[in-house]
């Protein structure tokens, strides 16, 4: 039977579209392996915006993104599509966890008895208009081997920020009564198509052959270069790190035929590129009811084009001021006040521009196993800088800056006697700390076991106002005179933490490096 579908999509050869229900008969597959059923819509085609959006129908069952002008395809160039008869969404049914195996290094462990769906049914389609943004939202379930199925919903849309005419959304939203806590987008690629981003990668250019995880932490000393990378982890397990270990990950790629995609949920996700001929891209989180996931596909002609488009979205960094920019050398420097005058005159006397001293240790210093540590405590230290304010004269006397050092870290050996603000202390009062299950501060180490620290609750109003204002503005900025500083860190956020505004800690972990 055939039926008119809710929207005004025309079929490029068929007039309008529609589909065909052939009584749940449409399979080409006698096992488990990926495949629709069900209501086999017919081919149909339409803009969303800037986009061409067609699904071709039987026999090659594909969902593909193309090029929209003037209500018309205007070229052949993909940005996306699905792979021919496979579906383009697929969930597990499992458990899923992420905990920390050493200092700043965690592991994810996927359900090995993990369910995953095996036939895909598209039941409804219908394209809505809604202040200037358009969308098309594909309905169906996502069925498994034997028995049982759960509803979807896949929608396609335009955003509403003029800037990002170039994205499309891709939507999904699943529920079910078991427990899904992973989500599949799966689309087409080739064997010549390479694969760049991710974040910063160390030690991989062309990510194609391989599986990428997506998971902020350590990026590890060693890398697999042996021995070095088996002592760091005899050390701590995890510090030797491996190839795609990083502090900056980032769900995101271009690739050598111009084409672009990313993530806008931050859970961890893995894109599995180890396949020639498909992409698969998981999501991982552990939710009960429903899960709503969101990812981007950007249209482009050049590395240059998409790269702008991505920043459009995610935020783009200013320009460098011209001092930074034109003014000399900006030195890393430390050891106290004798130490960096001498070697900042050295260098003058050498007729060496400057433009800036970084100080990493302006806040002073503490001793462990480790060596010689910069405390985690964001005041000047007047003993180890003592004259702060002659040497910053004489630098701006010269036309140079002083520029320091904060992470979102407030160490907790500072001790109570101390004349120095503490910090730590100060935030505990608050209730502006990271918390555990306990309701108490959160307490990490980093490099040694006895250094030991708190880590801001930037998701709460209340603690990313108090540290923007009371240590950023007033101690750094106003007290030191800083006309800069490296924002460390970020990586370490616990997958059990608790914090002040009830956000799930596996959606915050990869997002925490951003909001700090």
């Not at 085609?45 to 969902?63: A, D, T, Y």
């Not at 994810?108 to 895909?120: I, V």
């Amino acid at each position: 039977s055939r039926r008119q579908p809710p929207f005004s999509f025309i079929s490029e050869t068929a007039g309008p579209s529609s589909y065909t229900e052939d009584s749940g008969t449409y399979d080409a597959h006698s096992d488990n392996s990926p495949h629709y059923w069900g209501k086999i819509y017919e081919a149909w085609g339409g803009c969303i915006g800037r986009f061409w959006v067609e699904w071709s129908g039987p026999p090659e069952l594909q969902l593909r993104i193309l090029r929209c002008k003037g209500g018309k395809r205007i070229d052949e160039k993909l940005f996306w599509a699905s792979v021919s008869q496979k579906p383009f969404l697929r969930v597990g049914l499992g458990k899923f966890s992420v905990h920390e195996i050493g200092m700043g290094s965690f592991r994810a462990k996927e359900d090995r008895l993990m369910r995953k769906s095996t036939h895909m049914s598209i039941d409804q389609i219908t394209r809505t208009t809604h202040n200037a943004t358009f969308s098309v939202t594909i309905a169906g379930t996502l069925g498994f081997h034997l028995d049982g199925s759960i509803p979807y919903k896949f929608t396609l849309s335009t955003p509403k920020h003029a800037p990002l005419q170039n994205h499309i959304n891709l939507d999904v939203e699943v529920k079910g009564k078991d427990q899904v806590s992973y989500i599949y987008f799966v689309y087409e690629t080739d064997e010549t198509e390479r694969f760049y981003g991710f974040g910063e990668q160390y030690s991989v250019w062309n990510m194609k052959g391989r599986k990428v995880p997506i998971l902020t932490e350590e990026q590890g000393v060693g890398r697999g270069l042996e021995p070095i990378t088996i002592l760091l982890d005899l050390q701590s397990q995890g510090s030797g790190g491996n190839w795609h270990t990083t502090y900056t990950a980032i769900p995101h790629y271009v690739t050598s035929k111009f084409r672009s995609f990313y993530l806008n949920t931050p859970l961890y996700a893995v894109f599995d590129l180890s396949d020639e001929k498909q992409v698969s891209v998981m999501l991982a989180g552990n939710f009960n009811g429903s899960l709503r996931v969101s990812a981007s596909v950007i249209a482009g002609d050049s590395y240059m084009e998409l790269i702008q488009e991505y920043t459009e979205r995610v935020g783009r960094m200013r320009s460098l001021p011209s001092w930074a920019v034109c003014g000399g050398a900006i030195l890393g420097l430390e050891g106290g006040t004798e130490a960096v005058t001498k070697n900042y005159r050295e260098m003058r006397s050498a007729g060496a521009p400057i433009a800036g001293l970084w100080i990493q240790d302006w806040s002073g210093t503490i001793k462990d196993a480790f060596g010689t540590r910069v405390l985690w405590n964001w005041q000047l230290d007047e003993t180890h800088y003592h004259g702060w304010k002659e040497l910053l004269r004489e630098m701006e006397h010269h036309g140079s800056r002083v520029l320091t050092y904060v992470n979102p870290y407030l160490t907790n050996l500072l001790p109570r006697n101390s004349t120095r603000r503490n910090l730590f202390r100060e935030a505990e009062d608050l209730g502006i700390l990271v918390k555990n299950k306990t309701g108490q501060p959160y307490i990490q180490s980093c490099g040694t076991r006895t250094f030991t620290f708190g880590t801001v609750d930037l998701t709460s109003l209340e603690g990313a106002k108090w540290y923007a204002e009371e240590v950023i503005g007033k101690l750094m900025i106003r007290q030191s005179n800083t006309s800069g500083w490296m924002a460390d860190f970020g990586e370490y956020l616990p997958f059990d933490a608790i914090f002040g505004a009830g956000v799930d800690p596996l959606l915050e972990h990869n997002r925490f490096p951003e909001t700090w």
